[in-house]
């Protein structure tokens, strides 16, 4: 059964501070990797999707890297703002039919 | 560009009463999936639908029902609601065939259970 594990579970640091979060998944056979934000009661935006064929994938100031065979995943945040708190998570694909296993997420506060 | 649509946004119930969640899906999307989050939680797959078939189920209590229409749209129905049922329910939607494989969520329907 994939189990999809994220660390630190929360995380405070200053503004400008380049920041990484971490993903772990048992089931080294994905499909594919998702990150998603979530602001406080509101639905969750896809960030960045790495097939498993894929090492890395780039959006602006993420970076999210996949190594399938250790079953790890990091999203690089460059260069923090205040605006990109919010609580991060990451999901798996693990099977054929779609849907997604996830983390229970990384909740980032980014001070002024 | 369009996105998922829930509706309703909020929903208050009284325990053992009916409740019904609707979803849009990106237009061209074959696939709908229904997650419920609880308080704190992680998102947790209840059951998902791929040309208008049930696809895949997960842990969706069987007081819960849901079916995909003609017009690709989904219905989640909940009936004798406890207050355990209390929680943000997304839809989301993706098109299985393709490459890319993105699944994009609605903004969710909060259920309160009184």
């Known amino acids: 059964k994939q189990e999809v594990t994220q660390i630190p579970a929360a995380l405070s640091v200053p503004e400008g501070e380049n920041l990484v979060l971490n993903c772990s998944f048992t089931?080294?056979?994905?499909?594919?990797l998702q990150w998603f934000r979530q602001d406080p009661g509101k639905g969750l935006t896809s960030l960045l999707l790495i097939q498993s064929s894929q090492r890395e994938q780039t959006s602006g100031r993420l970076n999210a890297s996949l190594d399938k065979s250790s079953g790890r995943s990091t999203l690089y945040i460059a260069a923090s703002q205040p605006g990109d708190s919010a609580t991060y998570l990451c999901?798996?694909?693990?099977?054929?039919?779609?849907?997604?296993?996830f983390g229970q997420g990384t909740t980032l506060q980014v001070k002024p | 560009a369009a996105g998922v649509i829930q509706s309703p946004r909020h929903l208050i119930k009284e325990k053992r009463e009916t409740a019904t969640l609707k979803c849009y899906p990106i237009?061209?999307?074959?696939?709908v999936y229904w997650y419920q989050q609880g308080p704190g939680q992680d998102p947790q797959f209840l059951i998902s639908?791929?040309?208008?078939?049930?696809?895949d189920k997960g842990s969706i209590p069987d007081r819960f029902s849901a079916q995909q229409f003609s017009d690709y749209h989904s219905e989640l129905n909940m009936s004798s609601l406890e207050l355990g049922d209390s929680a943000l329910y997304f839809c989301?939607?993706?098109?299985?065939?393709?490459?890319?494989?993105?699944?994009?969520f609605g903004p969710g329907t909060r259920l309160t259970v009184l």
């Open positions: 639908f791929y040309e208008k078939m049930q696809s």
């Open positions: 989301a939607s993706s098109s299985l065939g393709r490459e890319t494989d993105t699944q994009y």
């Open positions: 999901a798996v694909r693990s099977g054929n039919t779609g849907k997604l296993i």
């Open positions: 089931d080294s056979a994905i499909y594919n």
């Open positions: 237009p061209r999307h074959d696939t």
